[in-house]
């Protein structure tokens, strides 16, 4: 037998006795920026179902979803997560997503089963709205303002820092919380009030808290928009762990705007199976009670638990919005170019 011939039997025995492994199959999550989950459970879901998960994050969420748009029939991930109730109608309409009823949404209230053809499917959900410093007003012998018509007063001149709707998403929350309030008439009139009475505008969430609220950093800004869980991020992310927050969120009524993040199968993908069993498992009870810590949202399935700082230091958003996803798609873009006018003109 020559050699080359002993070598053609031993690699044929090899492959007779090791067969040949299939490629591991890849599954791509889109998402924003600040999308984040716990990576054991991320590992899990790997070796149940003998996949490779790959996070693809993309900026914020319009710019994220502006991507996934422009690459539509051939999609640069399986998953994308973050589109919310602001941008809804934009994803919808550029017909994107497969349909995937998961079994969970049972467990999902039906106030936030916002598509009905099941293209897009909740995942969580976060209030916005004014954050303020106690010890600042306490120091100060000041009550907080308890709604948004308050702000305009001259005892808050130049204690509020907001965020800029065309560039973070707690602005246009904000913004569109404004436009539900005080209604097409009447919402610009109080940006005018605001701009008259000191407002500070930033370009992002960070920048307004960290960098201004006096409670986070240096800044001379006590009140801030932000979201209804950041004081128990505060009590949580202590070194030493108050037994109350140092800081607190208006959530009456008309104060704030609540904004719902969803998932969706993006068209195109070649793992369309492997997606929805990520759907389902993301909508699942484990990985909902992981994300309040996670990312500080409510989970979507009710029967998920709330940590307990979560249950001791987060007040939710009373009241709804009277904002359909269908009008806030078609006049996004005109209310922030109004806005623009008001207030940075």
């Not at 590992?43 to 969420?61: D, I, P």
């Not at 999609?75 to 969970?104: C, E, K, W």
Request: hydrophobic share 45%; glycine share 8%; charged share 25%.
């Amino acid at each position: 037998m020559g050699f080359y011939k002993i070598i053609s039997v031993f690699l044929l025995a090899c492959l007779t006795v090791f067969p040949a492994r299939a490629a591991e199959p890849v599954l791509r999550v889109m998402s924003h920026d600040s999308f984040t989950m716990d990576a054991a459970q991320v590992r899990a879901f790997e070796e149940a179902h003998g996949v490779k998960v790959r996070f693809l994050k993309a900026s914020g969420t319009g710019a994220a979803l502006n991507q996934a748009i422009l690459s539509r029939g051939k999609p640069m991930a399986d998953v994308f997560y973050g589109v919310d109730n602001t941008f809804m109608g934009r994803a919808l309409d550029a017909d994107i997503f497969l349909p995937h009823a998961s079994f969970h949404l049972k467990d999902v209230p039906d106030d936030l089963k916002l598509d009905p053809s099941f293209r897009l499917t909740p995942m969580a959900y976060g209030d916005i709205c004014i954050n303020y410093d106690r010890a600042w007003f306490a120091e100060k012998g000041l009550t907080p303002p308890s709604s948004l018509k308050d702000l305009l007063k001259p005892e808050y001149e130049g204690l509020l820092v907001v965020q800029n709707p065309a560039t973070s998403s707690p602005g246009l929350g904000f913004l569109l919380a404004t436009v539900d309030t005080f209604g097409e008439e009447g919402w610009s009139d109080f940006w005018r009030g605001l701009r008259k009475n000191g407002v500070r505008v930033v370009s992002s969430w960070k920048e307004g808290y960290w960098g201004h609220f006096t409670a986070a950093s240096r800044g001379r800004y006590p009140l801030v928009v932000s979201y209804a869980a950041s004081p128990a991020a505060e009590v949580h992310f202590a070194e030493k762990k108050p037994d109350k927050s140092p800081t607190a969120a208006i959530t009456a009524e008309g104060t704030g705007f609540r904004q719902v993040e969803f998932a969706g199968i993006l068209k195109g993908t070649k793992v369309p199976d492997l997606a929805a069993l990520w759907l389902d498992w993301m909508l699942d009870i484990p990985v909902q009670e992981g994300i309040p810590l996670s990312m500080f949202m409510f989970p979507a399935n009710e029967k998920a638990r709330l940590p307990e700082v979560f249950q001791l230091h987060v007040t939710k958003l009373e009241g709804g919005t009277g904002l359909s996803a269908e009008r806030m798609d078609a006049m996004r873009e005109a209310w922030m170019d109004e806005w623009t006018r008001v207030v940075l003109r």
